[in-house]
């Protein structure tokens, strides 16, 4: 049953970046231009996304305490900016803005990104890839 929601979710997911043009990379470009041809719409589409998922959050939190096939909630995030998170954020960031894509509009461009798409995809498959062995090299060696 858990598959079946995660496939439900997800394909909702992707076809609310695909109506909302998220998919489209000069829609995303355009919203990080805020010196030229700034574009707002991508706000909207943050707002739609948060509100809604703070709302279920806080309801699910007071009144559920799990999720629909019993299991617990997972824990609130840890809210103390550290240095992984900035600099991760910093490359997501730096990279969202050179392509105008992230993670879920990268697969969702599978289907009509052509062989641009599917390079980014597998340049982002790599970082993931390599980051966990980087970041396991970077805190050796600032332990020593």
């Known amino acids: 049953m858990r598959m079946v929601f995660a496939f439900l979710a997800g394909g909702l997911f992707g ?17 990080l231009d805020i010196f030229g041809a700034w574009d707002p719409t991508l706000g909207f589409v943050f707002a739609g996304a ?3 998922m703070a709302v279920a959050w806080r309801v699910a939190a007071a ?6 096939d019993g299991a617990p909630l997972p824990a609130a995030p840890d809210r103390r900016l550290d240095r992984g998170l900035i600099i991760g954020s910093a490359l997501f960031g730096a990279g ?4 105008g894509l992230c993670p879920g509009p990268a697969l969702a461009s599978l289907g009509f990104g052509g062989w641009p ?4 995809l597998l340049a982002m498959g790599a970082g993931m ?10 805190d050796r060696r600032a332990a020593a």
């Open 15 to 31: 076809a609310g970046l695909y109506v909302s043009g998220m998919t489209d990379t000069t829609k995303v470009q355009g919203w």
């Open 50 to 52: 948060l509100i809604p």
């Open 63 to 68: 009144r559920r305490g799990a999720v629909l």
């Open 96 to 99: 969202w803005g050179l392509v």
């Open 117 to 120: 798409g599917l390079v980014f």
């Open 129 to 138: 890839l390599a980051a966990p062995p980087v970041r396991h090299r970077i």
